[in-house]
């Protein structure tokens, strides 16, 4: 069984920056493609990274592009996404999920990231 736990979330001040990790037991996590997405609030979902599981080559949409990057440890089988200078939109609920856009597979609980300006 496939799970996976966000952590890494909190209050952070526009400019600052955070670290989420998403730890992943069940599976090996570099035999699967993994994405982080978000809801920020009164919005729909947004896919803001994804790591190709072959090569761990990673993909950003423009919102993010230049301010966040995703890698991973797999002896500890964990994922991360290093997000910097962020901004007032990048508040919302982060989860990390198997798969890539638009096919998802199993999610994590998610994580709150909330800038304050």
């Known amino acids: 069984q496939v799970r996976l736990m966000e952590s890494g979330g909190g209050l952070v001040q526009s400019g600052g920056s955070l670290r989420l990790s998403c730890a992943m037991s069940?599976?090996?996590?570099?035999?699967?493609?993994m994405t982080w997405i978000r809801q920020a609030p009164g919005k729909g979902l947004e896919w803001v990274s994804l790591m190709e599981a072959e090569g761990g080559v990673t993909y950003f949409p423009d919102s993010v592009k230049g301010r966040f990057t995703m890698s991973r440890d797999d002896a500890k089988n964990t994922l991360y996404l290093q997000m910097d200078s962020l901004m007032d939109e990048d508040t919302g609920v982060y989860y990390c999920?198997?798969?890539?856009?638009?096919?998802?597979?199993?999610w994590g609980q998610g994580t709150q990231v909330t800038v304050s300006s």
């Open positions: 069940g599976f090996p996590i570099v035999a699967v493609n």
């Open positions: 999920a198997t798969g890539a856009p638009p096919d998802f597979g199993d």
